[in-house]
């Protein structure tokens, strides 16, 4: 069998964040119909695009996505398809309903979690989401699982073919006695025909989470000193995900546009400093609804970690964080940008960011890694460092030398268009799916 339709599931859940800011940019989104909900999500780009389906589809297979967990998305789907969805398992419900719609022969999971036991039926806790399938969807003929992070094996059972993002985290189920294959991030090439044609005009970015995931608490990690020190000896520049993060609006049309208001007004809240959000948590002359968002708010803060956040310590130049394709331009517009790593990366690189920034020609300075050699050659389609003292040196070498930053933007750009792109990667994929049908 050489032909073969295949599903990807994918989700947001570690980006509520992100789809908050975006549906408060497009309230219009909750009035659409499920097909266009779904262009115009993968459209943004603001966690996933549909370049898997696309590449897919163009190498001759029949590719669909489903991002199983966005909640106003999925129960659209629902109501068009008459798929009742009332209980606390909605997300499985939903996502069984689709699967037995499309029959895949394929069914790819972009994350473990979707795989791990109890997750999306309450009343089946002890089994994973392959083996329901296995008995639901005799017509799945194979599951592939895509891992971007250490976990248990449980998450992983069943599984025909499985993916790790780096070596570092292949290690970690190779001394589990799993065998897996490492198949690295990638970047859609499409995007370059999306950017707004702006020049450079930033001198250095970083985007992204201070304190580690996105959606961490507030405890922070390397990455957060890191970006204390660059921030105090150059002149770096931050869009930040500094806050704790925010849950997805609801679709029931009772209640979503109350919920929708009050996310807003707490979104706009957690920019208030800790000692603001403590008199009015207190306050008697504003109304109680609001007194108790800052409530919530002060508790929140109360059970995390106590180090400032960076916006209270350089709030010139904090920015509030962006998103798809306003990442991508400020990105393009950036002459060097910022990365690290994960603290739980095991020395390793990988990670997202250095397939955007080089995809969209920014000379990206990265933490360096025991894979490097895989991916980038190191000063002259990079720049990497050992340290931030490291860091802050280069950078500010490379500031005074633009020409040889944009040099290094330019030799990371067609590295990655050859080598690190979504259609290198889904070929890859095609080929070991092949193989074992």
Same mark, same amino acid.
């Given at each position: 069998? #050489? ?41 943004? %780009? ?11 589809? =163009? ?8 991002? =199983? ?89 069943? =599984? ?65 000193? =890191? ?9 770096? #520049? ?109 020395? %390793? ?30 000063? #002259? ?12 040196? #280069? ?43």
């Amino acid at each position: 069998m #050489k032909n073969y339709r295949i599903l990807r599931i994918a989700g947001s859940n570690y980006y509520h964040s992100m789809i908050q800011l975006y549906l408060e940019k497009n309230p219009k989104f909750i009035n659409i119909g499920y097909k266009k909900m779904l262009e115009s999500y993968f459209d943004s %780009n603001i966690i996933y695009s549909d370049s898997f389906s696309s590449s897919f589809n =163009a190498l001759g297979q029949d590719a669909y996505e489903i991002i =199983a967990d966005f909640e106003i998305l999925q129960k659209q789907w629902a109501r068009e398809n008459g798929v009742e969805c009332v209980s606390e398992s909605w997300m499985g419900e939903i996502l069984l309903a689709q699967i037995k719609k499309l029959k895949p022969d394929i069914v790819y999971f972009q994350s473990i979690e979707w795989n791990i036991p109890g997750q999306l039926f309450s009343d089946r806790k002890s089994d994973n989401l392959i083996k329901i399938l296995k008995e639901e969807c005799p017509f799945i003929k194979k599951f592939i699982i895509y891992s971007g992070y250490p976990s248990d094996t449980d998450s992983i059972e069943g =599984a025909d073919i499985f993916f790790t993002s780096d070596p570092g985290i292949f290690k970690h189920y190779k001394g589990q006695g799993l065998n897996s294959m490492v198949m690295y991030h990638s970047f859609d090439e499409r995007i370059i025909k999306k950017l707004d044609g702006t020049g450079k005009k930033h001198n250095f970015s970083f985007i992204g989470s201070s304190r580690g995931f996105i959606g961490s608490s507030r405890a922070p990690e390397s990455r957060y000193w =890191a970006l204390r020190q660059l921030l105090c000896e150059t002149d770096l #520049k931050v869009w930040i995900y500094d806050k704790p993060p925010h849950k997805t609006i609801s679709i029931d049309p009772k209640y979503s546009i109350k919920q929708y208001v009050r996310s807003a007004l707490k979104r706009g809240f957690q920019l208030f400093s800790d000692d603001r959000v403590n008199f009015l948590t207190n306050s008697n002359s504003i109304p109680d609804k609001i007194r108790n968002i800052f409530l919530e708010i002060f508790r929140e803060r109360e059970k995390e970690g106590k180090e400032p956040l960076l916006d209270e310590l350089f709030p010139e130049r904090c920015n509030l964080p962006v998103m798809g394709m306003d990442m991508y331009n400020l990105l393009h517009q950036s002459k060097i940008t910022f990365n690290k790593h994960a603290d739980k990366s095991f020395g %390793n690189v990988g990670n997202m960011r250095m397939f955007e920034a080089t995809g969209v020609s920014t000379c990206l300075v990265t933490d360096t890694g025991y894979n490097m050699d895989d991916l980038f050659e190191p000063d #002259k389609e990079i720049v990497t460092y050992s340290s931030t003292d490291e860091a802050v040196e #280069k950078v500010n070498y490379l500031l005074n030398h633009p020409d040889e930053a944009e040099k290094i933007a330019k030799a990371g750009q067609t590295r990655t268009l050859r080598d690190h792109t979504t259609m290198n990667r889904c070929q890859e994929i095609d080929q070991v799916i092949k193989k074992l049908l």
